[in-house]
């Protein structure tokens, strides 16, 4: 387990753009600049829990469209490290090709307000980044009656979370005596459960790449000690998902809530909408068996509005921008297909029904 953890702190490592490392061809001052297929709007403040401002990148395509659906994007990296720039190319790539609006979020890590966040905020950040885009995204021509959710690695986990339990909410979130969330941005006037009664937080698809859903497997793996290389990399002491002194062993409830693996709805009480699972064929943290283990898990529970696509001979982190020679993966070589296939399976849903 050791060995698996510091191979997705290597795998998982915030890249750089290749084409700023090497040299660019020349250019003919003839050729005329590229249009970008939409309007970008950067670091829009959408909340600011504790005093730490939280933004969002805002990609609308120019085609013409009065409205279009919304994909509500999160970033990986552990939830320790990384910010929406490793997805800037990802993001880029859905506005320019398809009829979405992307918004491309950060949400707090654990190292944040000096190493004191809790992982059930970092889950709070993200219900509240998805009701403040259904509140604001009809003025950048967004319909906020049909969102999207995606992410990968720890964003995967994340946009998992807002598909199985965007109705847990409670406005005392992990404090009281039963564990649920209490988004960062609520509608004005609104309170978290009266939120969660008129159903808010409900999204029309989810598209999850190479998700993590065992929370509690990987604190009991080791995911809160030095072994995990994530922390030394984030410049933070290891610690507990949710502070000193509570731990998987002696306190299971907390990480169990926060792990898609043990919060499954059954079918018959409440129906997830249409899922699109992606992970490449070589991928050793979140494998192929992981998240097929996941699936057959939805299968039982009655859910039957799922993709599975394996992205063969691709390791993790395929989606991130830039390029990363020791790990052989570079976004322009590893994305596009899998991207395609997200935009082939939103299209079926929202442009050929």
């Given at each position: 387990?050791?060995?698996?953890?510091?191979?997705?702190?290597?795998?998982?490592?915030?890249?750089?753009?290749?084409?700023?490392?090497?040299?660019?061809?020349?250019?003919?001052?003839?050729?005329?600049?590229?249009?970008?297929?939409?309007?970008?709007?950067?670091?829009?403040?959408?909340?600011?829990?504790?005093?730490?401002?939280?933004?969002?990148?805002?990609?609308?395509?120019?085609?013409?469209?009065?409205?279009?659906?919304?994909?509500?994007?999160?970033?990986?990296?552990?939830?320790?490290?990384?910010?929406?720039?490793?997805?800037?190319?990802?993001?880029?790539?859905?506005?320019?090709?398809?009829?979405?609006?992307?918004?491309?979020?950060?949400?707090?890590?654990?190292?944040?307000?000096?190493?004191?966040?809790?992982?059930?905020?970092?889950?709070?950040?993200?219900?509240?980044?998805?009701?403040?885009?259904?509140?604001?995204?009809?003025?950048?021509?967004?319909?906020?009656?049909?969102?999207?959710?995606?992410?990968?690695?720890?964003?995967?986990?994340?946009?998992?979370?807002?598909?199985?339990?965007?109705?847990?909410?409670?406005?005392?979130?992990?404090?009281?005596?039963?564990?649920?969330?209490?988004?960062?941005?609520?509608?004005?006037?609104?309170?978290?459960?009266?939120?969660?009664?008129?159903?808010?937080?409900?999204?029309?698809?989810?598209?999850?790449?190479?998700?993590?859903?065992?929370?509690?497997?990987?604190?009991?793996?080791?995911?809160?000690?030095?072994?995990?290389?994530?922390?030394?990399?984030?410049?933070?002491?290891?610690?507990?998902?949710?502070?000193?002194?509570?731990?998987?062993t002696d306190n299971p409830a907390p990480?169990?809530?926060?792990?898609?693996?043990?919060?499954?709805?059954?079918?018959?009480?409440?129906?997830?909408?249409?899922l699109l699972f992606t992970v490449g064929?070589?991928?050793?943290?979140?494998?192929?068996?992981?998240?097929?283990?996941?699936?057959?898990?939805?299968?039982?529970?009655?859910?039957?509005?799922?993709?599975?696509?394996?992205?063969?001979?691709?390791?993790?982190?395929?989606?991130?921008?830039?390029?990363?020679?020791?790990?052989?993966?570079?976004?322009?070589?590893?994305?596009?297909?899998?991207?395609?296939?997200?935009?082939?399976?939103?299209?079926?849903?929202?442009?050929?029904?």
């Amino acid at each position: 387990m050791k060995f698996l953890t510091i191979v997705f702190a290597f795998v998982s490592i915030a890249v750089t753009s290749w084409a700023q490392s090497r040299p660019q061809a020349s250019v003919s001052v003839s050729q005329p600049p590229v249009k970008e297929r939409f309007i970008k709007v950067s670091d829009i403040v959408w909340a600011s829990p504790k005093g730490q401002n939280l933004t969002m990148d805002i990609y609308t395509p120019n085609t013409g469209k009065a409205s279009y659906p919304v994909i509500v994007m999160f970033h990986g990296g552990a939830w320790l490290i990384n910010n929406k720039s490793i997805m800037e190319e990802a993001s880029a790539y859905l506005a320019n090709n398809s009829d979405y609006v992307v918004c491309n979020v950060n949400y707090r890590l654990l190292p944040d307000q000096n190493n004191t966040v809790k992982l059930n905020e970092v889950v709070e950040d993200v219900f509240g980044a998805v009701l403040w885009v259904k509140d604001n995204i009809a003025r950048y021509k967004g319909n906020p009656g049909q969102v999207i959710v995606t992410g990968d690695s720890a964003g995967g986990h994340l946009a998992t979370m807002i598909a199985t339990q965007g109705n847990n909410l409670e406005s005392d979130g992990f404090a009281g005596p039963t564990l649920g969330f209490t988004p960062t941005y609520l509608p004005k006037g609104k309170t978290a459960e009266q939120v969660a009664k008129e159903n808010g937080l409900a999204v029309q698809a989810a598209i999850i790449s190479y998700g993590a859903f065992d929370l509690y497997g990987s604190a009991l793996g080791g995911f809160e000690k030095d072994s995990n290389f994530f922390w030394a990399m984030a410049k933070a002491k290891s610690r507990g998902l949710f502070g000193d002194g509570i731990n998987a062993t002696d306190n299971p409830a907390p990480y169990k809530q926060v792990s898609p693996l043990y919060n499954i709805p059954k079918a018959s009480e409440r129906k997830l909408p249409p899922l699109l699972f992606t992970v490449g064929s070589k991928d050793n943290l979140t494998t192929p068996a992981s998240i097929e283990a996941y699936i057959a898990k939805l299968k039982e529970a009655g859910h039957t509005e799922i993709e599975y696509w394996v992205h063969e001979g691709r390791p993790h982190a395929y989606l991130d921008s830039g390029s990363n020679e020791f790990l052989g993966i570079s976004f322009k070589k590893d994305a596009p297909q899998a991207l395609d296939k997200m935009i082939a399976f939103l299209n079926k849903i929202f442009y050929q029904g």
